[in-house]
């Protein structure tokens, strides 16, 4: 196991890895919901999340996507 993986008490094995094209739409509809429920969707947000990695990778921030074999969780650190 790498330092990227560790096991999840039912036994999954979780992995972070880097942000792939392919998880825009689950970062965006992620970050929609915590927004909606807390705040709100403000203009700028959905710049942001229409094009993370125009917006956030390419400016130097990361996004990290959570695997653990059953579902998928996605975060950003800007």
Partial sequence: ????ENKTASGNQNIIAD???WHAEAF???NYEW???FFEV???DKIVLSGPR?????QG???LV?????????????
């Fill in 19 to 21: 942000f792939e094209d």
């Fill in 61 to 63: 921030g990361s996004v």
């Fill in 42 to 44: 403000e203009p700028y």
């Fill in 66 to 78: 959570a695997l653990d074999g059953l579902s998928r969780s996605v975060f950003a650190l800007c």
């Fill in 35 to 37: 927004l909606e429920e």
């Fill in 28 to 30: 965006r509809d992620l």
């Fill in 1 to 4: 196991m790498n330092d990227n």
């Fill in 54 to 58: 125009k917006h956030i990778i390419n």
